[in-house]
């Protein structure tokens, strides 16, 4: 093996070695002695998911020169136990039976206990971050965003109104506040320069405005078992990045479309013209986007790490 | 007027000036651009309330000398909007239709509309506190218990298992230790010993425990009119004070209730018995209690305003 060979295994034990503890401070801030809760969540922290945001923010530090994984663990496992906690209400409003390969919480423990659930997860985070002081400001401003950005959505959906403007907010708020709170608080963890946190900040962003993107295509496309969660929900709703393509392409409707259109036809439309194609490109925009952001972080492993991170948000299919 | 006279005038001129900026700081703190969750949290809080939370932190803080009335708006409304969070999304699970004198959140909005809500106002808190860090460590872990005490009081009527402790742990949880935190907060903000802190501590978790007996007894004997919210939901529920000490004092069943058995009959059976009087006499000792605390607090105008609050938690009749 040469000596390059160790350094790039070495570099990579740290993230494994990162991902790990993140794990272990999300077991530990979920062990209430109220059964119901301590069981809920690790059901559905148990199942997977991703990781893109703690991810996100573990190399955020690392490429800074961070290199205490205990520092990075807590704040890190905040910021999936905030989307995490998301997750179980919108399962409750949406009427999700499937989350992460598995039930979800409110069709196993039924809508009170998710709903309590979902407030235990909320304040956890809030218990995990209270000693972090300033960068505990910036993932409180995300946790707003982030229930301003589901309310809009639902209103939205309830005034049939869902332009791409709309969606777009919508986003921003619901899903790009914490990616880019990622960035912000790996980056003022390692310390980072004021132009290395608006980079980091600018590429978690861009980065969350691609991921939702895709993953509103995939609701569309994939099916059930290979996305690990119920699908079609957007469409059902009348939301979702196709619905407002779609309407944008159509600027007579003004947003407004009409839900009594029977689904099967809705759905024929979007796959057989340019929508898809069209928001997969958006999401490609926006992730190279988010890449030259990257310029001013000095090169290294977890830069690579960075941006392959990056190129996996547009090119999953789960 | 007197000198003396003058004096106690001013003095309370300070506690009303201190609500008024915790009522203008819970009215900032839900400012968001997003209509709905403006608008609704604004109803709630708009509709009153006791408001005794923020006043137990306040009073505390002037008690031990704290005159900066900016320093302590954001931690007491931080205080009061925790408990109305929690209060948005009881009304959810209880289908709660009335509350303080108003239609609910839910009634009017809807449950999705409520669910977010309450999220949002959790945000709100977590934004206010977020630069307080050693403070907000104590009403993190307030959040985190108000949200098991629910979860328990749930899971004990599911259970149909009610007994006295488990009463007791849950009031403990989901009300005493907000109170707790009001005391806590307001003493350490105003650099209070050790002692002094300690004696706030207890001084609200008391005043909590008595605080829910008397709202448990309340919402069985109180007409809905007087009480501003839905009452005998409890009782419905197969919860509260009476159930509790109903049960214990047929040691037979166990805790067990058996809900089939008519509310009706249930209810002129704790009338006419002892339960009421008995669960009174207990709200009474812990308030004796709370207020035998206070004795390492040098005296003052605010130790009495304190003293007057514990009386208050057992006098009211809404």
């Given amino acids: ?70 520092r990075v663990a807590k704040p890190a496992a905040a910021v999936e136990l905030m989307h995490t906690a998301s997750v179980v209400h919108d399962d409750i409003n949406d009427h999700g ?74 986003i921003a708020l619901k899903t790009a506040a914490l990616f880019r709170a990622a960035g912000t608080i790996g980056a003022k963890l390692a310390n980072g320069s004021s132009d290395a946190v608006a980079a980091l900040s600018s590429f978690g962003f861009n980065l969350g405005m691609a991921f939702q993107i895709v993953d509103d295509i995939l609701d569309l496309v994939a099916d059930e078992s290979t996305l690990g969660k119920s699908t079609g929900i957007d469409l059902e709703q009348g939301r979702g990045v196709a619905v407002a393509l779609n309407d944008a392409g159509n600027s007579s409707s003004n947003g407004r479309h009409d839900i009594a259109d029977p689904m099967d036809q809705i759905k024929r439309r979007l796959l057989e013209g340019n929508t898809i194609a069209e928001a997969r490109e958006q999401a490609e925009l926006l992730v190279q986007d988010a890449i030259v952001q990257l310029s001013v972080i000095p090169n290294s492993h977890y830069k690579e790490e960075l941006v392959g991170l990056a190129n996996l948000v547009i090119e999953r299919d789960y």
């Fill in 1 to 70: 093996m040469t000596a390059w060979a160790v350094d790039q295994a070495s570099l990579g034990e740290l993230v494994d070695a990162g991902l790990t503890s993140i794990e272990e401070a999300m077991y530990q801030a979920t062990s209430s002695e109220v059964e119901v809760l301590r069981d809920a969540s690790r059901h559905i922290l148990s199942a997977g998911g991703k990781r893109i945001r703690p991810r996100l923010l573990l190399l955020s530090y690392l490429a800074l020169g961070g290199n205490d994984l205990e």
């Fill in 97 to 170: 039976i499937v989350r992460r390969g598995r039930p979800s919480v409110n069709s196993i423990w039924g809508r009170t206990f998710a709903l309590l659930t979902g407030d235990f997860l909320f304040t956890a985070v809030y218990e995990l971050m209270a000693p972090y002081q300033h960068l505990n400001v910036d993932l409180a401003r995300a946790a707003t965003a982030l229930v301003e950005g589901e309310t809009l959505q639902a209103s939205a959906v309830k005034d049939k109104i869902f332009t791409r403007d709309i969606y777009m907010r919508i």
